[in-house]
């Protein structure tokens, strides 16, 4: 099973709470995890694009950096890992997309892929006067579709003529082309999400909820696979988690209490305002699931608990079918990495190969 860490671009990380670790987005700060990640044999990082926080008395994620610049900066300090910046499809035309993803293509020398977030809080886009309507809440998979076709043509070719309903090029060119193959990655956690990563993506985020509960995961692989089957397509799974880890359970777990004592339930209730404008997400979907959580710091996937609770738990998601990796999220990016490449790790089964290259 592939491991890779979800950047902490944004401020206080993954968890809406006033008690949870504070701290501000940083280049410094996203180096020094990102460093840690390839050193302890990590596969891939990633970093999201956010746009506008939800505020609260956390201020939760209303300090960010921009993705595509990070990685850049990250691409040149190191020489292994894999990494992936977020493209919010309605800032960016595709083909000036393309040519950034094949600068850091160059930079990184073959070690670079895109994530497509079709965008689901409008807000990010009213504040710049380019949200397009309601009607991008039915049709952006029909965009993030010819985004990305656009973008294949010109990295397989130099040239695009494509011509659909949302973008027209015109002897479109972009030279050089990538040295290396540039993955897509999606989040799409809908029926209809699934079926455009199965249709233009390498890989798909997924999502579960609950504490230690490994065994909901497989219910979300099934369906990626599901639309793989229909699409004759092989889209890996890639859960979104996070671990917050200590010598014993009970340490552990008196850490989720304190940051749940603290749940920012101001930005809470932005974010919840702000997915039920999509009157029509699915159940599965990302809104659908904000809507839905319970009033906790996070609703991902969390792995709570001692270095050997958590590395059981990371190896029976590793027997998933489907499932190609996981990307981490921690309480403290710092000390969680270290947790994770010093203690945790060595006890894992699935990834006893590095220990037997060290």
Request: glycine content about 8%; aromatic content about 10%; some cysteine.
């Amino acid at each position: 099973m592939d491991i890779g860490v979800f950047l902490p671009i944004g401020n206080n990380g993954w968890l809406i709470s006033s008690t949870s670790p504070q701290y501000m987005p940083s280049f410094d700060l996203n180096k020094e995890v990102t460093l840690k990640a390839e050193k302890y044999g990590f596969e891939f990082a990633l970093s999201m694009i956010t746009l506008r926080g939800f505020g609260g008395p956390s201020q939760y994620w209303d300090h960010n950096l921009e993705s595509f610049t990070l990685m850049a900066g990250l691409a040149a300090v190191t020489t292994r890992i894999k990494l992936f910046a977020s493209v919010a499809v309605l800032t960016v035309p595709p083909a000036l997309i393309a040519r950034m993803a094949v600068t850091n293509d160059s930079i990184s020398h073959g070690r670079f892929g895109v994530i497509i977030v079709s965008g689901w809080q409008k807000a990010e886009y009213e504040q710049m006067g380019i949200w397009p309507g309601e009607r991008h809440f039915e049709k952006r998979y029909d965009y993030c579709g010819e985004y990305v076709q656009v973008m294949q043509e010109l990295w397989a070719t130099g040239r695009s003529d494509f011509k659909g309903e949302f973008f027209q090029m015109s002897d479109c060119r972009v030279s050089p082309t990538p040295m290396a193959k540039i993955d897509i990655i999606s989040a799409g956690q809908s029926n209809r999400g699934m079926r455009f990563a199965a249709e233009y993506a390498d890989y798909n985020f997924i999502s579960a909820g609950g504490i230690n509960d490994v065994g909901q995961v497989a219910q979300h692989t099934e369906r990626l696979m599901a639309a793989n089957k229909a699409a004759g397509a092989n889209c890996r799974a890639m859960l979104l988690m996070m671990i917050i880890a200590d010598e014993t359970d009970a340490a552990a777990m008196a850490k989720w209490h304190h940051y749940v004592a603290g749940t920012d339930l101001e930005a809470l209730a932005w974010r919840d305002a702000q997915a039920g404008a999509d009157v029509k997400a699915e159940a599965h979907s990302t809104v659908g699931r904000m809507v839905r959580s319970d009033r906790v710091p996070t609703n991902m996937l969390r792995l709570i608990g001692s270095y050997e609770t958590v590395a059981r738990q990371l190896d029976e998601l590793a027997g998933i079918p489907g499932l190609a990796g996981v990307m981490l999220t921690f309480d403290d990016f710092i000390i969680g990495m270290e947790q994770f490449g010093t203690r945790i790790q060595p006890l894992m089964r699935c990834r006893r190969h590095l220990a037997q290259a060290a």
